[in-house]
């Protein structure tokens, strides 16, 4: 130790004093080598080496290079093995010898991803974007961008199975302003503003989504289901009219889902649409026949009509016609008739392994077996389910269990 400092006291006292020595400078980089500071030597000897009389720095260089790039070939053939530890352990080695490598902290990055630990895949990717040369950037920018967004959908699946929903809609946020055009993002997001019971962000997502790939049915579900929900706090606050134009919305992307039709003729009784709320709690029973809603509904609609003499109507042969038309159309089929919600009802994102597509809000949403409860009570039921799943406002790292 002591003849250590002794050697960094003279060697710094005849750099002083001899400034343009470079085999002073090669001298000191050999120096931090032997004391582990890599990093140290290696701009040590880049600041000489484009000299003239940079020889001996230059020679040193390259072995380094070669030593840094060894270590950089067996990440690679650790990560293909998915080892993935002592792959972190070999391209940390290479960035310590070669700290300017852009290829060297993409690779950690996408290794850091593998292992779940996000913040560390995200400082790496974005330092690999930094240190690329214009060459580089051909080879690598557009894959570390990919990696990138790929992580921040990771780190975000991860806040959002604990609960951490506005942590996750940050991440988001993050990966659309750097891909506005991935779907993917938009639909994960949605799912973030729906478990918060954000809905009218949510349905902005969807409808993003869905206008970069208007070809896409697998969600028209979960929108109806949005704009049924909404139509939900409009009745609950008398706004029957925007309510039926959210019902409206609804069905136009579900319409054989009796609940639909069945509390738009109830914002139509309210508005005094006596026709319209006759034709609606029709088809509403002929999609829907268990709800609890059917018979009250019969009551102030059809007063003083036995049930036999309502069902018997031209009405109701009209309106079973039209309900028998839309359950026999093929691109219903795949489209559930009743919307349920239930505390345990499991909507877990997926993560985006190597698909961009392939994203957390990619499935439609589970319906469980309808509960039977009344129009506005479902409301209040998915309000006590929001206020029963686990929130915070801020994340740590990884979670330890966004």
Request: aromatic share 12%; charged share 25%; proline share 5%.
């Amino acid at each position: 130790m002591n003849c250590e400092a002794e050697a960094w006291a003279t060697l710094n006292s005849l750099i002083y004093e001899y400034p343009d020595n470079l085999d002073l400078i090669v001298m000191k980089a050999r120096l931090r080598q032997l004391s582990g500071e890599y990093s140290l030597a290696f701009y040590d000897l880049k600041n000489i080496a484009e000299y003239e009389d940079g020889a001996n720095a230059r020679a040193m260089l390259e072995a380094i290079r070669n030593k840094a790039e060894e270590y950089w070939q067996v990440a690679i053939k650790l990560n293909m093995r998915q080892d993935f530890y002592p792959a972190i352990k070999k391209i940390h080695l290479a960035i310590k010898l070669w700290p300017a490598q852009a290829k060297f902290y993409f690779l950690r990055g996408i290794l850091y991803r593998h292992i779940n630990e996000f913040t560390l895949s995200i400082d790496d990717l974005i330092e690999a974007l930094q240190k690329s040369t214009p060459e580089e950037k051909e080879t690598y920018a557009s894959d570390a961008e990919k990696q990138l967004l790929l992580t921040f959908n990771d780190f975000s699946v991860e806040c959002f199975t604990n609960g951490y929903f506005d942590d996750a809609i940050k991440l988001l946020n993050k990966a659309i302003s750097v891909e506005k055009m991935q779907k993917g993002l938009y639909l994960n997001r949605a799912e973030c503003f729906f478990q918060k019971g954000d809905y009218n962000f949510a349905l902005q997502d969807y409808e993003q989504a869905l206008e970069l790939d208007p070809l896409d049915r697998k969600h028209f579900p979960r929108i109806s289901e949005l704009c049924y929900l909404l139509a939900l706090q409009y009745y609950t606050d008398r706004n029957f009219e925007e309510s039926v134009v959210k019902l409206d919305k609804a069905i136009s992307y579900s319409p054989i889902t009796g609940q639909l039709y069945i509390l738009r003729a109830k914002c139509k009784r309210m508005l005094q649409d006596l026709s319209g709320a006759r034709h609606d709690i029709l088809l509403g029973f002929h999609l829907m026949p268990t709800s609890k809603d059917i018979l009250p509904a019969f009551g102030y609609l059809f007063p003083s009509i036995p049930t036999r003499n309502i069902l018997t109507s031209p009405l109701a042969a009209q309106t079973r016609v039209i309900a028998e038309e839309l359950l026999s159309d093929p691109l219903h089929q795949s489209i559930e008739r009743i919307f349920s919600f239930d505390a345990g009802e499991s909507n877990v994102l997926t993560s985006l392994i190597s698909d961009p597509l392939t994203v957390m809000g990619n499935q439609p949403p589970i319906f469980l077996q309808p509960n039977f409860c009344s129009t506005p009570d479902l409301l209040q039921e998915k309000k006590r389910e929001l206020r029963v799943l686990p929130f915070s406002s801020s994340c740590t790292r990884r979670f330890n269990p966004l």
